[in-house]
């Protein structure tokens, strides 16, 4: 498998250092809900991580919430409550939207506020190695004591500090420099006691806290947006690696942004759209689909048209799974020529699909060929299928889209109420009783369940 190095910006072949591959993505600030662009990074992280273990590899996952910094301070004040309630209610949101775009839990979902004794300890190393400096109630990290300062984002240092600038009442020897440790400005503020009085820590240092406690010294894969290279990779790279002394990351991983009007989507220019308004129009599902439809590194542009095409592709997908759940049901006869042809068909589609996310993670190719298969898969078992053919389509196949996240849901399906009903309505069908039988279609239909009379019988779906 080959990933793209922002590092060394080339493709790399990856292979993890031991057997399990530990893996850090940045997570979300969790002062409110997280919007598309939010999404994408924990759509792909979530399916890298999926691929790696489909291949094979053990996978010790850690994405962080940053649960305390000047976003949720403001938000607490704003709404009358504490940071940490803030947090807990966004947390518990962020979970609601993952889930539902079939994002799986990390590992580990360590907090910042968790964190706080390791924060303070790599602080006190990064000063007694004279890479850091007090200046009142604040510590800085001095970038001049980091000769490889820039190396990840492979920017003209000299260029960025003839333009930088040095914010007010920030008192650092060079632009570069960035805060680990925050001194309390007012008495109400959110603190922790520390060397250095009653503080919170900087945003950067928390990342460097969490992968040094949760996976080590030194980790496989470290990911997160394209907006994170510079500064906040950057600067963990350099924290990270003045107080350990070892390199942090083997591989960094940065996902393209969102672009709505050919403006990157952000929170702080206001063409952002959240994800839970936009599943609430076209489904989850949807949203995943257009999160992984095009390379995970290449922008992508935001619009209704194109989250239509999604929703309408997920339902080509759940369409043909419903297809192959009842064609099992009414699986009979030997295999024929055309279905031995479709599983050799399968097969090599199969085969390209996995070149395709061996190149680094390339899920628009792949999805490519999953419909290549899909339109096969419709075409044979149209007027009925084999139980060898079946078989085949459920080890082929049906992986390939649950790997992806698409597989079909039942969790939230009676399916033996739904059948029992199909059941009573033939019975009613039989009986001449079509009152009863229209009764009972509408009120599936109420529930969001379609049935479809076929020659071979009813097939029902949710919508």
Not at 57 to 76: C, P, S, Y
Not at 234 to 248: D, F, K, R, W
Request: aromatic residues 10%; glycine residues 8%; hydrophobic residues 35%.
């Amino acid at each position: 498998m080959k990933l793209f190095n922002t590092l060394t910006r080339q493709k790399e072949e990856f292979i993890p250092r031991n057997n399990e591959v530990k893996m850090y993505v940045c997570g979300p600030t969790v002062y409110n809900y997280f919007h598309i662009g939010n999404a994408r990074c924990f759509v792909v992280f979530d399916m890298l991580r999926r691929y790696l273990e489909y291949r094979g590899n053990k996978v010790t996952f850690v994405q962080n919430f940053t649960d305390v910094d000047d976003k949720l301070i403001r938000a607490a004040k704003e709404n009358g409550c504490t940071v940490p309630d803030i947090a807990e209610k966004y947390i518990g949101e962020y979970f609601t939207d993952a889930h539902g775009l079939g994002v799986h839990d990390a590992t580990i979902h360590p907090r910042a506020t968790e964190n706080i004794d390791k924060i303070i300890e790599i602080v006190q190393e990064l000063i007694n190695k004279g890479h850091a400096y007090v200046s009142g109630n604040d510590v800085y990290f001095d970038s001049q004591s980091f000769s490889e300062y820039g190396k990840l984002s492979h920017h003209n240092m000299d260029e960025l500090e003839a333009g930088a600038r040095i914010d007010v009442n920030e008192i650092k020897k060079h632009p570069f420099d960035f805060a680990l440790w925050k001194g309390r400005k007012e008495d109400s503020e959110i603190s922790w006691t520390s060397p250095w009085g009653e503080g919170r820590p900087g945003w950067h240092i928390e990342c460097s806290a969490m992968v040094n406690r949760y996976l080590g010294t030194e980790i496989d894969i470290h990911g997160g947006g394209v907006d994170l290279i510079f500064p906040h990779h950057e600067n963990e790279i350099a924290q990270s690696e003045c107080a350990t002394g070892s390199c942090l990351a083997k591989f960094w991983l940065h996902n393209g942004h969102i672009n709505v009007d050919n403006k990157k989507m952000s929170k702080s220019a206001g063409n952002f759209f959240l994800v839970r308004d936009a599943a609430g129009k076209y489904g989850y599902k949807a949203v995943r689909f257009f999160l992984l439809s095009s390379h995970y590194r290449s922008p992508i542009n935001y619009s209704d048209d194109i989250l239509s095409q999604a929703s309408a592709a997920v339902e080509r997908l759940d369409n043909c799974l419903g297809n192959i759940e009842f064609a099992a049901k009414n699986a009979l006869g030997e295999i024929t020529e055309r279905e031995k042809g479709s599983i050799a068909l399968l097969e090599a589609k199969k085969l390209s699909f996995v070149e395709a996310m061996e190149d680094d993670l390339n899920t628009a190719d792949a999805i490519g060929y999953l419909f290549e298969m899909t339109r096969d898969i419709n075409s044979v078992i149209s007027s009925g299928a084999s139980v060898e053919y079946i078989e085949a389509v459920k080890n082929i196949y049906i992986p390939l889209c649950e790997l992806l996240g698409f597989g079909k849901e039942t969790d939230d399906v009676d399916v033996e109420y739904i059948e029992g009903m199909i059941a009573k309505r033939a019975e009613a069908k039989k009986a001449k009783d079509f009152a009863q039988a229209d009764a009972i279609r509408n009120e599936l239909l109420e529930k969001g369940i379609v049935l479809e009379d076929t020659r071979q019988g009813v097939k029902w779906k949710k919508v």
